[in-house]
């Protein structure tokens, strides 16, 4: 098929006298997509037209932020918490029982781990973060990359009945 539609191609080329031209890719730099999608989740996505991955995006980004927020303020307050209990514990000589909010007698050690274990979420939150903004702008960073190699070999054959597009074999357009 591929084949009987190149060599078609070539008979109708050969028939009508043509003007071949080549055009210019664009000029535009990749990075200024990139620096877009960074600060509008999914711009690059929405912008090749790739609506799946631009809500994908932005989606993963939204809830990574919320993630990020979430985790801080816990974190803050259950530190809060057990630099309260450490405070208190140190004018003591026995071991303290604190009552915390959830109506659990812990000590000021447990509070302690229960903060570390939140400073650890709120760590697994940045790494989120820069994971998704990184595949983010890399694929942002390849998709104009690609549209902006499929433009370069676009070649324009002119005849009397029309233009007629052809992408070195990709793909052709009537």
Do not use: C
């Not at 990574?64 to 450490?86: K, N, P």
């Not at 915390?100 to 302690?112: I, S, V, Y």
């Amino acid at each position: 098929m591929r084949s009987a539609l190149l060599l078609s191609l070539s008979i109708t080329v050969a028939l009508y006298p043509t003007k071949e031209t080549v055009t210019e890719p664009p000029k535009e730099e990749l990075w200024i997509p990139v620096i877009m999608d960074i600060a509008l989740p999914g711009y690059g996505a929405f912008s090749q037209k790739e609506y799946l991955w631009g809500g994908l995006y932005l989606a993963a980004k939204l809830s990574g932020f919320y993630f990020l927020y979430i985790s801080y303020h816990t974190y803050r307050y259950r530190d809060s918490l057990a630099r309260a209990a450490e405070l208190r514990q140190s004018e003591e000589y026995d071991r303290l029982f604190f009552l915390d909010p959830a109506g659990n007698f812990k000590t000021a050690q447990d509070l302690r781990n229960e903060a570390q274990s939140s400073y650890t979420l709120f760590l697994y939150a940045i790494l989120w973060e820069v994971l998704i903004y990184s595949i983010s702008a890399y694929h942002t960073y390849r998709l104009y990359y690609l549209a902006e190699l499929n433009q370069s070999f676009r070649h324009n054959i002119k005849n009397e009945n029309g233009n007629i597009h052809y992408d070195l074999g990709w793909q052709i357009r009537f």
